[in-house]
């Protein structure tokens, strides 16, 4: 934070989010997305405020501490669901060219597509660096678990990139054993999901090199992903880098 000039609006952390969660249906649901899995991607909005209450000043100061005397507490905030796309698998119908996939599905697909790069767009225009940080969390984390970790994450790495997370279904509370079997499940699940969100960021004006963080079991979510998109890529005649923009993979406690 040293040389840092211009204050925020706000101390709180506005995250992009990506997830092929569940969402809530209960009224006092607790968050806004369960352990559930979704064969439709959604993405949107989330604000994490750091501390309560605090001003930038304090706030900058308290996080240069070490030790820090009084604990910067997270708050999950609002989550805005932007945009939704159709579930897998998407639905086909036969033409008399053969079987291809529904137009009225395709419809629904390039709108929520163009919604979600615009939002990208959006918030590199606003950023200082024209690069997005993306975060796939671990085993048993919930949707909060994983904005937390990239709140604190970006405001450490001084709020300079477009922040967000992928948020897959994890977290369910079936035991040690089975729920891990069962998250891991959910890894693989939201491989297909995973892939389609970092193609359409990558594509997204403005955006000049993506970094991807990954935790734990979020780790094999995100190589496996990239494997099959390197493969896309070398089939094309190029790599990962230069054909998704990737710049810097970062795996934390790889579970793999």
Not at 102 to 122: F, G, I, K, Y
Not at 165 to 175: D, L, N, T, V, Y
Request: net charge negative; with cysteine; aromatic share 8%.
């Amino acid at each position: 934070f040293a040389g840092t000039s211009a204050e925020p609006a706000a101390t709180t952390i506005d995250l992009l989010y990506v997830t092929d969660r569940a969402a809530a249906t209960a009224a006092d649901a607790a968050l806004p997305y369960t352990s559930d899995r979704s064969r439709s991607m959604a993405f949107g909005s989330v604000s994490v405020e750091i501390g309560q209450s605090v001003a930038w000043p304090t706030l900058v100061e308290m996080s240069m501490e070490s030790p820090r005397e009084q604990p910067l507490e997270l708050r999950l905030g609002a989550a805005t669901e932007l945009g939704r796309f159709p579930p897998i698998p998407y639905a086909v119908e036969v033409t008399p060219g053969g079987i291809t996939r529904s137009a009225a599905v395709m419809d629904v697909h390039e709108r929520a597509a163009a919604d979600l790069q615009a939002e990208v767009t959006r918030r590199i225009a606003a950023a200082p660096r024209k690069e997005v940080v993306l975060f796939v969390h671990g085993y048993a984390n919930t949707f909060q678990d994983a904005a937390f970790s990239m709140a604190d994450l970006c405001h450490f790495l001084g709020r300079e990139f477009v922040c967000g997370i992928f948020s897959w279904p994890a977290g369910g509370s079936r035991g040690l054993m089975a729920g891990y079997n069962v998250d891991r499940e959910s890894g693989e699940f939201a491989v297909h999901h995973l892939k389609q969100a970092l193609r359409l960021i990558a594509q997204s004006a403005g955006v000049e090199r993506i970094h991807l963080l990954a935790h734990s079991r979020g780790t094999d979510v995100l190589t496996t992903a990239l494997r099959e998109m390197s493969l896309e890529a070398y089939i094309s005649g190029g790599t990962i880098a230069d054909r998704f923009r990737v710049k810097n993979v970062v795996l934390l406690a790889p579970d793999i």
